[in-house]
């Protein structure tokens, strides 16, 4: 008789905290951005040095970002622990009074580390395109205001909070249902569940109810704009074994 159960991810209702946690973070990444944009540009400047100009606005943009490192760390340590939650709740149907406690040092630590790498990647793809911007301003094809603008509709609109926030609510979210999953013996896989509508990609259809080893699954998500999530694969057996001692 087959032991494997498959928990999670059945009518998609799962996903409704998620859902409204990332419409409270889309915000906060976006006036983020704008606050950037006014702390490089808000002020009025002096364009009669262009080249002089153009230094001062780059020594600026080395710390500009304080708010945006902030609410990234908070964001994505909400998502990865709402994740470890999600994983708690479904385990907890198994084992009684199951919690993820011994597992929050790794979901902190993970968490930190996520919202460096994060956060200096949108910084990177920031600077170049004020970099971008600004070389062309110095050459006289800019003026202050298509600068301006130029910037802005690349780093500080809300289309790029958007996605950033989109991967990372579900890059950490899976995450945290991996960090508790992988802490338990009787948790042998992972099931790739898509959204399972026409929007799936050619990427995730093939993979949506593949089954994987806790260990070795693939990232999810698997590019921008991926809705595909992690349901767990239970050992009923090894749950009676090592937890219920039978």
Same mark, same amino acid.
């Given at each position: 008789m087959p032991s494997y159960s498959v928990l999670g991810f059945n009518d998609g209702e799962e996903l409704e905290s998620l859902v409204a946690l990332e419409s409270d973070y889309k915000g906060k990444i976006n006036d983020a951005l704008l606050a950037q944009l006014?702390?490089?540009?808000? !002020?009025?400047?002096d364009i009669a040095d262009r080249y002089a100009f153009q230094t001062e606005v780059l020594n600026k943009f080395d710390t500009s970002a304080e708010q945006l490192k902030e609410v990234l760390a908070d964001a994505i340590l909400a998502y990865t622990l709402l994740g470890a939650s999600h994983a708690a709740g479904l385990l907890g149907e198994l084992i009684p009074g199951f919690s993820y406690e011994e597992q929050k040092g790794e979901l902190q630590s993970w968490a930190n580390k996520r919202a460096l790498e994060s956060f200096g990647l949108v910084q990177k793809t920031s600077r170049k395109r004020l970099e971008v911007a600004l070389a062309a301003f110095v050459a006289g094809t800019y003026t202050i205001e298509y600068l301006?603008?130029?910037y802005k509709?690349?780093?500080?609109d809300l !289309?790029?909070?958007s996605l950033i926030n989109e991967t990372e609510s579900?890059?950490?979210?899976?995450?945290?249902?991996l960090i508790v999953a992988r802490a338990l013996s009787f948790v042998v896989a992972v099931k790739w569940v898509t959204s399972r509508d026409e929007k799936v990609?050619?990427?995730?259809?093939?993979?949506?109810g593949m089954v994987y080893p806790?260990?070795?699954a693939p990232s999810a998500p698997a590019h921008h704009h991926c809705r595909c999530f992690y349901a767990l694969v239970v050992d009923r057996r090894r749950i009676l074994r090592d937890y219920l001692g039978f």
């Open positions: 006014f702390f490089l540009f808000g !002020e009025p400047v301006i603008n130029q509709s690349v780093a500080a !289309e790029r909070a579900i890059t950490a979210f899976n995450m945290g249902i990609c050619h990427i995730c259809k093939p993979r949506h806790i260990n070795s």
